[in-house]
C-alpha cells in the first residue's frame, strides 16, 4: 500500500513523495483515514512508528490559509515541539500553510508576530499558558487539538496545565491522543475530552534479527571505563548514552570528553539553543555520543544511530522500549547495551518483568580502568580544566584489574578522537 492509496490532497502527497517516503507505516494506514474522516483518535505507538505523520499529513488537508490557527499540537519538550513543526514543514512544503513552534527557554516577544501568521500551532503547555494570559494567541478558530505523549505528559506534571489549555479551546473540535502507554489517568482524560474515539494501537515490536539486546555486570566504579572501552572499540556508529540525571548526563559529558571522545549532552537544565545545537550535532554527525536523559530525548528522530546504552537502566519496561526503539531502523542493525552495577539492580529487575524483551548476559571483555571525575569547577559551562583530578573514589584499589597494558592504550588512541569538529566548548 502506497501514500496514493490513501487518497492525500496533492499539494500533501507531492511533498511526502518528493522527500522519499515511499510506503505508510502501520498506525498511519490506520489512523489517516480515521482522522480524515474527522473521527477523534486514540493512537498507541512508541518511537519511531511515524505518528507525526500519521496525524500530521489528514491535519494539514483540514487548514484553510489565512483563517488564523486552526489546529493545537501539545508537546511535553521543546526537542519534541521542534521536531514535529520540522515534519509538518516539510509535508507542508508546497503550500503556503505557516507552521510555527512555541515553548520555554527562550524570548516570547518574537513569538507574538509568528502567532499572528500561524495557522498550525505546535507548542509545549506552559508557553501556551503564557500567551494565552498575555492575551497574545487567539484560540477561537481551533478545529483540530493533538495531545502528542500523553504518558510524558503526566510524568512531567503537565497534565492540568493540558486541562486548562483545553478549557480555551472550542467545544466543537476534533481530538486526537498519542500516547505509549495508556494509563488509567490517561483513560479518564480520553473519557472526558474525546467523543466516541476510534482506538489504534501499534506497537513496535523489537526485530531480534536486527536489533541485539545485552547487559554487561560490572562495579559502579569501573561502569565508566568500560563504557569507554564500548564507544571506542565496539561502536562503529553514532550513540546515544540514557543517563538517569541531569547531574550524571553533565559529568558523564565532560569525562567522555577528556578520553577524546566526542559527546554533547542534552537535557532539560540545558537552553534550548544548545540543546538544539546537541541534537543537530549527532545528526550531522559531527560528534558520535550524544548523552541525555530520557525526557529531553523524547520523540527524537535521529537515524543511524548504531547503539543505545543505559548507562543508568531505565526504571521500567517501557522505559527501556522507548530507549532502544531508537536503533535497528529501517532495516539497519543495532545494539542496546546496559552497563548494570549494584544500584541498577532494582530498576533492571523492573524490566525485566516484561518477558518479551530478550536480554542477554554478556561477558566483561578486558579494558583499562580510567579516571572518573565526579567534581568539575571550571569558569562557564561546557569548559573545564583537564588536569586538577586529585583523589578519586573511581580510582579504587581495584584500579588495573582490568589493565591490558600499552597494546590496549595504543588502540584508544584511534576511533573518536578525530572524528568530526571539535565541539569541546560547545555545550
Known amino acids: ?30 489512523c489517516i483515514p480515521e482522522i480524515k474522516a474527522g473521527h477523534d483518535v486514540v ?26 490557527i486552526q489546529a493545537l499540537i ?16 516539510i509535508f507542508a512544503s508546497f503550500t503556503r500553510i505557516e507552521i510555527t513552534a512555541i515553548y520555554g527557554g527562550i524570548g516570547i516577544n518574537p513569538q507574538f508576530d509568528a502567532l499572528k501568521h500561524a495557522e498550525v500551532v505546535v507548542a509545549t503547555p506552559g508557553r501556551i499558558l503564557d500567551h494565552i494570559s498575555r492575551k497574545t494567541i487567539d484560540l477561537r478558530n481551533v478545529k483540530i487539538l493533538v495531545i502528542d505523549e500523553a504518558d510524558k505528559m503526566f510524568e512531567m506534571g503537565f497534565i492540568e496545565d493540558v486541562r486548562e489549555i483545553i478549557n480555551y479551546l472550542p467545544a466543537k473540535r476534533q481530538t486526537l491522543l498519542f500516547s505509549a502507554t495508556i494509563s488509567s489517568s490517561i483513560h479518564q482524560l480520553i473519557k472526558t475530552y474525546l467523543k466516541n474515539p476510534c482506538s489504534i494501537k501499534e506497537q513496535i515490536h523489537v526485530d531480534k534479527t536486527l ?3 545485552i547487559y ?27 543517563c538517569g540525571t541531569r547531574r550524571e548526563v553533565d559529568v558523564l559529558t565532560k569525562n567522555l570528553r577528556m578520553q577524546n571522545i566526542h559527546a554533547m549532552a542534552v537535557h532539560g537544565g540545558l537552553s534550548q539553543n544548545r540543546r538544539s545545537h546537541a541534537v543537530d550535532s549527532l545528526k550531522k554527525e559531527n560528534i558520535q555520543v550524544l548523552v541525555a536523559t530520557d525526557v529531553a530525548a523524547r520523540g527524537l528522530d535521529i537515524k543511524n544511530i548504531s547503539h543505545i546504552y543505559n548507562y543508568d537502566s531505565p526504571k521500567n519496561s517501557d522505559e527501556y522500549t522507548h530507549r532502544i526503539g531508537r536503533t535497528a ?3 539497519n542493525s543495532g545494539e542496546a547495551v546496559t552497563l548494570l552495577s549494584e544500584r541498577d539492580h532494582e530498576n533492571f529487575r523492573n524490566v525485566m518483568t516484561d518477558r518479551s524483551l530478550h536480554i542477554q548476559k554478556e561477558q566483561l571483555p578486558s579494558f583499562e580502568i580510567l579516571k572518573f571525575v565526579r567534581e568539575m569547577h571550571s569558569g562557564r559551562e561546557g569548559h573545564f580544566p583537564r588536569r586538577n583530578f586529585g583523589r578519586n573514589r573511581s580510582s579504587s584499589p581495584m584500579h588495573g584489574r582490568y589493565n591490558t597494558g600499552s597494546h590496549q592504550r595504543s588502540r584508544f588512541s584511534r576511533g573518536f578522537g578525530h572524528h568530526g569538529k571539535n565541539n569541546e566548548h560547545s555545550v
Not at 502506497?2 to 502501520?26: N, S, W, Y
Not at 526537542?79 to 509538518?88: G, K, P, S, Y
Open 1 to 30: 500500500m502506497g501514500f496514493e492509496e490513501l487518497q492525500l490532497q496533492p499539494d500533501i502527497l507531492k511533498a511526502v513523495i518528493r522527500h522519499g517516503f515511499v510506503e505508510p507505516t502501520a498506525i498511519q494506514k490506520k
Open 43 to 68: 493512537g498507541q505507538s512508541l518511537t519511531g512508528s511515524g505518528k507525526t505523520a500519521a496525524f500530521g499529513l489528514p491535519l494539514l488537508e483540514k487548514i484553510h490559509i489565512g483563517k488564523g
Open 74 to 89: 501539545l508537546a511535553p519538550t521543546r526537542e519534541l515541539a521542534n521536531q514535529v513543526r520540522d515534519t509538518l514543514t
Open 211 to 213: 536489533l541485539k539486546q
Open 216 to 242: 554487561y555486570d560490572v562495579r559502579q566504579h569501573e561502569k565508566f571505563s568500560l563504557l569507554v572501552y564500548l564507544l571506542k572499540n565496539k561502536t562503529p556508529g553514532l550513540a546515544i548514552a540514557f
Open 329 to 331: 531502523r529501517a532495516g
